[in-house]
């Protein structure tokens, strides 16, 4: 069955220190989702992407994160620098169809620790 | 703005028992409701969803119906089993034409066997 990969699956850093997720979506999903989940709470979205497009990064923090989807199929996202508030759970998505009514299928996160 | 609020958990039931976990919503016009759920160790799964109002989703026994007039799809379940122990989450999306999901805080389930 196919599935959304990220890597790495645990991080720990530094503060003031840079980290980077990868997430290749399931073939063929055309949009991709990047979502936070600080301990305790539900995901909240940080960025959007139509293929290599972004549709929705009104929650990123753009003076330290980055998104990025190059050719439109696997994404990266980059924290430079790191700050304590930042120790979270990131979440990749991917669906297959640009409706709301779309199922989104959910890697198994980066769990991000900055010291 | 638009918001999902969830019972607050943890939630502890022994086997067999009848589950009822409450979610309200927020929202700006005619959202798609949705249950998702985190098994231990694991990523979201979705359980069931709903996109419009009356409509009943329906997944391994669990059922939530979407009620317009009190903005609510609450998730329950007639006899929970151990391997329903996980974290449930509550989300909407489509409002304003936005895909993005919307989520509650969640809330942990365990069962007692």
């Known amino acids: 069955e196919a599935e959304v990969a990220q890597s790495p699956r645990y991080k720990i850093t530094e503060k003031s220190q840079a980290v980077a997720f990868w997430c290749d979506p399931i073939?063929?999903?055309?949009?991709l989702y990047w979502y936070r989940q600080i301990l305790g709470q539900g995901p909240e979205l940080l960025v959007q992407?139509?293929?290599?497009?972004?549709?929705?990064d009104s929650q990123l923090p753009k003076d330290r994160f980055s998104a990025e989807r190059l050719k439109g199929v696997d994404s990266t996202l980059k924290i430079q620098p790191a700050e304590l508030g930042d120790s979270a759970m990131y979440l990749c998505?991917?669906?297959?169809?640009?409706?709301?009514?779309?199922?989104?299928?959910f890697g198994p996160g980066t769990r991000l620790t900055v010291l | 703005g638009n918001s999902v609020t969830q019972m607050e958990g943890p939630v502890t039931l022994s086997e067999e028992a009848f589950l009822t976990i409450n979610c309200t919503y927020t929202?700006?016009?005619?959202?798609?409701l949705f249950w998702y759920v985190q098994y231990p160790g694991e990523g979201l799964q979705l359980l069931l969803k709903?996109?419009?109002?009356?409509d009943k989703g329906s997944n391994k026994g669990f059922e939530a119906t979407y009620r317009k007039e009190t903005t609510s799809f609450h998730l329950e379940k007639g006899s929970v089993q151990v391997s329903d122990s996980a974290v449930y989450f509550c989300?909407?999306?489509?409002?304003?034409?936005?895909?993005?999901?919307?989520f509650g805080q969640g809330t942990r389930l365990t069962i007692n066997p």
């Open positions: 998505a991917s669906s297959l169809e640009h409706s709301s009514y779309n199922e989104q299928f």
């Open positions: 073939s063929g999903h055309a949009t």
């Open positions: 992407f139509q293929d290599e497009s972004v549709v929705d």
């Open positions: 929202a700006t016009g005619y959202p798609s």
């Open positions: 709903a996109t419009k109002a009356d």
């Open positions: 989300a909407l999306s489509g409002v304003q034409g936005a895909q993005k999901l919307v």
